[in-house]
């Protein structure tokens, strides 16, 4: 019996739609796409509308050999690749490999990998969008261009092996103007003044925080002179409450997540990358096997700028808090979400469970520590979206200070938020970005007309602080704000910009490096418009126009060549060469020249300063300060295939000891054998099952070491004198030498 051919793009994703679809289909997955643009050429023909050249990488030759021939073998071709502009583009792509006389290729889409979303998706296939199609071809080509067109120019004025991408140039551009931003800021003082206060006839105590005069003026305390001198005059005046508020607020929950937001509190609450989140978002997708239910779809499409929610979703999700939470905490109106995304898809959903009945504790057994965690997060945090409002009793007093000499009245104000009901935030909160002023303490019952006596009083010295580096989520935030990239594009954007050594990751907050600032600098001042964030988002609009059906796709890459040609041309003669060699404290082993780090198609190399004339190298090491536990080497940190970071000796191969965790000076408390880094802030041991707190293993070894120092100082005799034992020593020695020289 002929089957129907169904092709995805992924065996996971293959294996999860066999189930649902029954033994009359056979399904198929190319792994992605199956033709691009050649890697070694252009690809783009410049005099004929831009019209690509697209080849089948060698790599996929043998995959769309096999496509070819179930093709020939079916009855019909389904073509179920993702539901967005990539999609739709390799969708178009396995067609036109495969295509076979006669036979008829429909195209299905779905946002969830479950049996009835599988049925309506093939009870209505449709043709290949071809407007979707234009849009993710013109990015493509637009990428091609500057990448290809570009990336030359710096190899010839910077270094070779360099690269520039039309987005990531943009991502790299905010991030060094933030860092210049932090350069400039110049720190400016100023002070605050709490007064510690209470009822007279009551001993509880609370704090306000001085505001300014009684009629509204406000206070700038600059200085401790003024500070000190403000505070005196405060000791001696008489406090009043003269105004009692309190008002209750509700806070709303936020909308499930869409692509953007998803990742942004991955990165808050579990410190996973952009691509990682990504990564793990793909596998719940496209299904895993979940114990007699067999290979599930446990997440609707996670590429998606929609907070639109299926009404069956929002229903099933309903039941499940009344029956779960009560009634109380189940609104009367099911929520909709206003959409803030420009340019969003409205055809999509937002990422939510395809089932809110699997509860994250039921499929913790199946699934992989990260599954798990990414999956209850995002379950929370639909789940919560359905609930009740959280209700907060916000309550303000102001404080009336009357001074008699000189005669000037003050107001001090105090305040308290107190939850009165949970709500939502019983099963979710959203993270924050920068922390959040916390809510003042609970006041004590206070009235209009009340006498305060005060107890103290706090002045605090302060400084305003730069802006924040950008994290994941604040630079995602800031893309997202406006509108450059779109949900596809955010992980590879943040991945680009530091595999190219642009921008590195301390303490999970993005800096530039010295070549990122460079490469940044040059092309602000040679391509304007490549690095400008008005003219990217620009871009991003004439793209989805194109997906709208509204432009054509080869006006927009000619209306942006044309002046990018321009500029090119004149970059060509005008850049200014900026070659980059650091300068290490090694010497050449040959000549005595100092050795230079330089940068190959490999990557970083180490070399003679003095070369044509002398040829030496060697690798490129970054040694992390710890000896190898097996040999006495230095650990060096190395790059594997895949571009991972990893730890080995450097005396491989002699010796392999490797480990993906940092390793830290150290030793562990239990048995003396390597610590490593392991999580964001636990130390744990390769050789024992030992693990602690980071801050505790670093603690107690910086105190071991001043210890050490301390002793041995202790030990050593005032006055760099010699030692008794160490005088008898030399005296011996001496003696030695003596009855050799008599004996010769």
């Known amino acids: 019996m002929t089957k129907k051919l169904v092709i995805v793009e992924s065996p996971a994703k293959a294996r999860t739609l066999g189930k649902l679809l029954g033994s009359s289909y056979s399904l198929k997955a190319s792994m992605g796409h199956v033709r691009d643009l050649p890697r070694s050429q252009l690809g783009v023909d410049l005099e004929e509308g831009f019209a690509p050249k697209y080849v089948v990488p060698r790599a996929k030759s043998k995959i769309v050999k096999e496509l ?9 071709i389904y073509l179920a690749t993702d539901p967005d502009r990539e999609g739709e583009a390799i969708s178009w792509h396995l067609q036109n490999v495969t295509k076979t006389n006669r036979k008829p290729y429909r195209r299905v889409v779905f946002h969830e990998i479950t049996k009835e979303a599988i049925e309506r998706a093939f009870a209505k296939p449709r043709s290949i969008d071809m407007h979707l199609v234009n849009a993710q071809q013109a990015r493509r080509i637009l990428d091609r261009l500057v990448g290809y067109k570009l990336s030359p120019l ?3 004025k910077v270094r070779r092996g360099l690269s520039a991408g039309r987005v990531q140039s943009v991502a790299l551009r905010i991030i060094v103007d933030r860092e210049r931003e932090i350069e400039r800021f110049v720190p400016v003082e100023y002070w605050t003044i709490e007064a510690e206060l209470s009822k007279a006839a009551e001993t509880a105590a609370f704090r306000a925080l001085l505001i300014g005069l009684a009629d509204g003026t406000k206070l700038e305390i600059k200085n401790e002179p003024e500070a000190t001198k403000l505070s005196d005059r405060l000791k001696k005046a008489s406090y009043t409450v003269s105004k009692v508020g309190t008002k209750k607020v509700n806070r709303q929950p936020a909308p499930p997540f869409i692509t953007s937001t998803m990742q942004q509190e991955a990165w808050r609450k579990l410190r996973f990358s952009a691509k990682f989140t990504m990564s793990v978002a793909q596998e719940l997708y496209e299904g895993l096997p979940i114990g007699d239910e067999g290979s599930v779809g446990l997440i609707t499409y996670m590429r998606t700028d929609s907070t639109r929610v299926a009404r069956s979703a929002i229903a099933e999700t309903r039941e499940f808090i009344a029956s779960h939470y009560g009634a109380k905490y189940l609104p009367p109106h099911a929520r909709t979400f206003a959409q803030t995304v420009k340019g969003a898809q409205e055809a999509h959903e937002a990422i ?4 809110i009945r699997r509860e ?5 057994p199946h699934l992989s520590d990260a599954q798990f965690k990414l999956y209850q997060l995002i379950w929370r945090r639909m789940v919560a979206s359905q609930m009740s409002a959280a209700t907060f009793a916000n309550t303000t007093v102001d404080i009336q200070a009357r001074c008699p000499r000189p005669k000037a009245d003050y107001l001090f104000r105090a305040s308290s938020s107190v939850n009165t009901f949970d709500g939502f935030m019983v099963l979710y909160i959203e993270s924050k970005d920068e922390a959040e002023e916390k809510a003042g303490a609970k006041l004590p019952p206070l009235e209009k007309g009340d006498e305060l006596k005060l107890i103290n009083l706090l002045p605090e010295q ?12 604040t630079l995602i935030k800031m893309l997202e704000q406006w509108g450059i990239g779109r ?8 991945s680009t910009i530091q595999e190219r050594e642009y921008v590195t990751k301390t303490e999970g907050r993005f800096g530039p490096t010295e070549l990122g600032v460079i490469v940044n ?8 418009g490549i690095v400008d964030i008005k003219f990217t988002a620009q871009m991003e609009d004439e793209l989805d126009q194109v997906a709208n059906e509204n432009k054509d796709w080869v006006t927009v890459v000619q209306d942006f060549y044309a002046p990018f040609a321009q500029s090119l041309e004149s970059a060509a003669e005008l850049m200014e060469k900026v070659k980059l060699e650091e300068v290490t404290d090694e010497i050449c082993p040959r000549c005595g020249k100092p050795m230079v780090i330089k940068y190959g198609r490999y990557g970083k190399f180490i070399a003679c300063s003095g070369y044509p004339d002398c040829k030496y190298t060697k690798s490129f090491q970054v040694k992390v300060g710890v000896k190898c536990p097996q040999c006495g080497g230095e650990i060096v940190e190395k790059k594997s295939k895949k571009k991972r970071t990893f730890y080995g000796c450097s005396n491989y191969p002699d010796c392999t000891f490797a480990t993906n965790l940092k390793p830290i000076p150290q030793p562990c408390p239990q048995c003396g054998g390597l610590l490593t880094v392991y999580r964001r802030n636990l130390a744990k041991c390769t050789k024992c099952d030992y693990k602690g707190r980071l801050a505790e293993v670093t603690e107690s070894g910086a105190a071991a070491a001043q210890v050490t120092e301390t002793t041995r100082k202790s030990k050593a005799p005032a006055g760099g004198k010699k030692t008794t034992k160490e005088r008898g020593a030399k005296k011996t020695a001496r003696k030695r030498r003596s009855s050799k020289k008599a004996a010769g």
């Open 68 to 76: 070819k021939e179930a093709a020939k073998a079916a009855s019909i």
């Open 154 to 156: 710096l190899w010839q």
């Open 352 to 355: 939510r469970p395809t089932k």
């Open 360 to 364: 994250p504790s039921r499929l913790k």
């Open 462 to 473: 302060h400084f305003t602080k730069p802006p924040a580096r950008f994290t994941e989520a």
């Open 487 to 494: 949900p596809s594009t955010y992980a590879p954007i943040l």
């Open 521 to 528: 600098d040059l092309l602000a001042k040679h391509f304007p």
